[in-house]
DNA sequence: AGCTTTCAACTTTTT
DNA sequence: GTTGAAAGCT
């Protein structure tokens, strides 16, 4: 970031009013997380309140990784210490908190487990007793839906519009009772399961609203139903609260986050203070001005209008290709060119890095031909948000291992463990340990030790049983007792043995170097279990710190929350290729938004119309494409398009014309603009560049 | 009929 | 690069 050492007077406005409920509309590149960290310094500052702790202040994030910036920005202007002790979580990491504290109030115990969903998934075929993939996956994207905005089976069931929606409550239903038997809970319970407790608990909620004392939510733009409902609990009547966010950036309406939030937010609170930031501190004012256009055309909640005083910056580039292949090919030669400094006069771009350039598309498959035109052209890149680490087969397997370690009567976990690596017990055993459970209501591991089972199995199904629920007892109390880095690992290697990881992998894998790539996944896994489970550390510089200890059982409570691993060392110069969703809120000096197209984006679905709120939608995706970039900005058009085996004619995007290239740019004296011109043309002379294409 | 093979198409994503 | 659908094979 290049923000100045101060802040300018809206940020100040913002980190200054600490007497009620504030709203600081945050433009892209505005410094929200500079406001977000000195207003909590500032809560800190003795004056305001006499004694307000670090742990009283509760930061929420979307995901991880914001959390851990934000605690990292805030360790430098309040130091490790405090910011340590500040309460900086997802929504989600909270919801388990409050769970974990108090959701025995709700009949959960403390050790439940928490589905991904794949597990929700085959839950749900499971109960919907159907093989259909896609069926089961609408029905869990209905069922979260519901969720979000909080409805339950019954009350979904009274609401649905057509047999299918019928159905899925009904399915709906069935899966309540599933996770309730598993004490398992879903990501959507993780937040309408506070909230049901807050409310319905006066007491419960005493307690937290007396916890936190300001309460400062990120992106709040992207909040759901719930989550809104959950801050309000969260801040009671006293209404100390700090929303940061952007209308202008709300793309994430197809999963529940709803702009009504922030509508609503003045008539919730009218002594609401909304302070808009409108100093940019990323972008050039050519870049700025194409953004405003474009977002011009939506109708706006708040007034708003971004600036800089960055200077003029480069025109916007429009590049026009032939198809796809083209389009990557420019991309790369633009690239190279700017690196190499042959297009002249773009200040900064000459030696740049590839970390310093990013090329954004709307849908992932846009990806592949662009990585293969990279990998010809010998440019390190990296695809940001493809298949997490945490999505892979193998770590699955390992994770199911970890919750059932936590939780025994978790049955998805317990049933992919006992089935990975095979231990000879096959789905005829399986079956009739299931239908035992489920006809004496008790988890599938409980039952393995019921005396009247042993009646119905054969005695060697039923030894190997017992021997695999006594190998998970004695490893759960190893992993309870076992804390710090270095045994951790002793552990877990052990564990790895014991089950013959290793040698599953190389059995059912076809091919030596995936099952060995395999094998280095589950090796960096127990590396970063082992990590958590603290102890000595080697900290940068060679000095080693004491950090908190904790049991293996602990660490392995917290992993179905976290997808992201520690970055991995090594390349950090690369190019970047990710969606327009994957960059939000992040920049970049030179930027390419690729096949900006009718059809592309916007999107066009086949089957769903083009309503206006989704159009509105897919123009602010526009906009936070193209506030991304800093110096330059490339927009790049198809010509003809490619569709099964003939192309078809490309038409540029609406949101093109929209950005308004050449209009209301600085006048320029046209005896300055030939003398530029004809400098422009000596440095490319002498660069011995052809003439730019 | 049920299986395999081939071919094309492909929203956006975190927890 | 994966998945789903359609065509072809046994």
Redesign the pocket.
């Known amino acids: 970031m290049n923000a100045p050492a101060t802040l300018n007077p809206a940020q100040m406005a913002a980190v200054q009013h600490l007497s009620g409920p504030c709203l600081v509309l945050a433009g892209a590149g505005s410094g929200k997380t500079r406001v977000i960290t000195h207003k909590i310094a500032r809560l800190l500052e003795r004056t305001h309140d006499a004694d307000l702790r670090p742990e009283q202040i509760a930061a929420i994030t979307?995901?991880?990784?914001?959390a851990a910036e934000m605690r990292e920005r805030a360790k430098a202007l309040i130091g490790a210490r405090a910011a340590n002790k500040l309460v900086i979580a997802?929504?989600?990491?909270l919801g388990v908190r409050l769970l974990r504290e108090d959701g025995s109030v709700l009949g959960l115990k403390e050790q439940f487990s928490i589905l991904?969903?794949d597990d929700v998934l085959s839950i749900l075929r499971d109960a919907g007793a159907t093989t259909d993939?896609?069926l089961a996956r609408s029905w869990q994207w209905t069922i979260s839906l519901w969720k979000n905005q909080g409805l339950n089976s019954a009350q979904a069931e009274a609401a649905a519009q057509n047999d299918d929606e019928r159905i899925a409550a009904r399915i709906m239903a069935r899966y309540e009772e599933r996770l309730a038997a598993y004490q398992a809970v879903d990501?959507?319970d993780?937040i309408s399961l506070p909230v049901k407790l807050l409310a319905e608990h006066d007491a419960v909620r005493a307690k937290w609203q007396d916890t936190f004392r300001h309460v400062l939510v990120d992106e709040y733009q992207d909040t759901n139903a719930q989550q809104y409902d959950l801050l309000k609990l969260l801040v009671g009547e006293r209404a100390m609260f700090t929303a940061v966010g952007d209308d202008d950036q709300s793309?994430?309406g197809?999963?529940g986050a709803t702009l009504d939030n922030l509508k609503r937010l003045p008539q919730d609170f009218p002594q609401l203070k909304v302070i808009p930031l409108e100093q940019n501190y990323r972008s050039t004012s050519a870049i700025l001005r194409a953004a405003n256009n474009v977002i011009a055309g939506n109708p706006k909640l708040f007034e708003k209008k971004l600036w800089s005083d960055l200077g003029e910056g480069e025109p916007i580039k429009l590049v026009e290709c032939d198809g796809e292949e083209h389009e990557a090919e420019r991309a790369v030669a633009r690239i190279q060119a700017l690196r190499g400094g042959m297009a002249s006069g773009v200040e900064g771009a000459a030696g740049a890095k590839w970390s310093d350039f990013a090329i954004l598309y709307?849908?992932?498959?846009q990806a592949?031909i662009f990585e293969k035109a990279l990998r010809k052209a010998n440019i390190p890149y990296k695809v940001?948000?493809g298949?997490?680490f945490f999505d892979k087969a193998e770590i699955k397997d390992l994770c199911a291992w970890m919750r059932l370690l936590v939780n025994q009567d978790d049955d998805p976990a317990f049933l992919r463990a006992i089935t990975t690596p095979k231990r000879g017990i096959g789905h005829t055993t399986l079956g009739k340990l299931g239908e035992f459970a489920s006809k004496w209501k008790v988890s599938l591991f409980e039952a393995l030790f019921a005396e009247s089972l042993a009646a119905q199995l054969q005695g060697k199904a039923i030894g190997s049983l017992q021997e695999f629920g006594r190998y998970v007892s004695d490893l759960e109390h190893r992993a309870r007792h076992t804390t710090g880095a270095e045994d951790a690992k002793v552990l877990l290697l052990d564990w790895l043995k014991d089950i013959g990881y290793e040698q599953h992998l190389y059995e059912g894998e076809e091919s030596e170097k995936l099952a060995a790539s395999r094998w280095t996944n589950v090796m960096d896994f127990i590396d970063w279990i082992a990590k958590r489970c603290g102890g000595e550390i080697d900290a940068t510089g060679g000095m080693t710190v004491e950090t908190q200890r904790k049991s293996v059982l602990e660490v392995a409570q917290t992993i179905s929350?976290?997808?992201?691993l520690a970055e991995r060392g090594g390349d950090t110069d690369v190019l970047t290729l990710?969606?327009?969703?994957?960059a939000k809120g992040l920049e970049w000096p030179h930027v390419i938004l690729a096949g900006v197209n009718e059809g592309l984006l916007p999107?066009k679905?086949?089957d769903?119309e083009m309503t206006a709120q989704?159009l509105e939608?897919?123009r602010r995706?526009m906009y936070v494409g193209i506030t991304r970039a800093r110096l330059t900005l490339a927009v790049s058009v198809l010509r003809r398009r490619?569709?099964?085996?003939d192309t078809v004619q490309g038409i540029p995007s609406r949101f093109i014309g929209e950005m308004k290239l050449g209009e209301g740019g600085p006048k320029e004296d046209p005896r300055e603009k030939l003398k530029r011109l004809r400098e422009e043309f000596a440095a490319k002379a002498k660069a011995g560049a052809p003439a730019a294409g």
């Open positions: 979307f995901t991880n990784k914001a997802t929504f989600h990491a991904d969903s993939a896609k990501f959507d993780l793309i994430y197809w999963r709307r849908a992932n498959h592949r940001s948000g298949q997490s929350l976290i997808t992201s990710s969606t327009l969703h994957a999107f679905s086949e769903e989704r939608e897919e995706l490619k569709k099964g085996r």
